[in-house]
Nanobody, 128 residues
Framework: VQLQASGGGLARAGDSLRLSCAAP?????????LGWFRQSPGKEREFVAG????????VYADSVKGRFTISRDNAKNTVFLQTNSLKPEDTAAYYC?????????????????????WGKGTLVTVSS
């Protein structure tokens, strides 16, 4: 299963980028939550944001609350991450994920290796 992320690039502090990730068409992902993790060099991978399938409820890491917004287009099986007010510490490879488990617990599931689907990362580099 291929999750295709795009939208990364170079930015300056305070800039915005919009990441997107498309899951394959079809019923497989019809009940999946979609979201993002990120990993900076030398650091552990961390949860960024997730959005449920049914009501579109979202969960964010404290480090991005108020700056990042996750959304999804269910008709296109696509999830978006609008990143505003970027900081140098947001520099990381951002990975799109899909899973049926409760998005509120994805950080823990990731540490246990239990997130089902991962896409290849898209790199975001923020300069000061």
């Amino acid at each position: 299963v291929q999750l295709q992320a795009s939208g990364g690039g170079l930015a300056r502090a305070g800039d915005s980028l919009r990441l997107s990730c498309a899951a394959p068409a079809g019923p497989t992902f019809s009940s999946y939550g979609l979201g993002w993790f990120r990993q900076s060099p030398g650091k552990e991978r961390e949860f960024v944001a997730g959005i449920s399938w049914s009501v579109g409820s979202a969960v964010y890491a404290d480090s991005v609350k108020g700056r990042f917004t996750i959304s999804r287009d269910n008709a296109k099986n696509t999830v978006f991450l609008q990143t505003n007010s970027l900081k140098p510490e947001d520099t990381a490879a951002y990975y799109c994920v899909a899973d049926q488990k409760n998005i509120a617990f994805w950080a823990g599931y990731e540490r246990e290796g239990r997130i089902t689907y991962w896409g290849k990362g898209t790199l975001v580099t923020v300069s000061s």
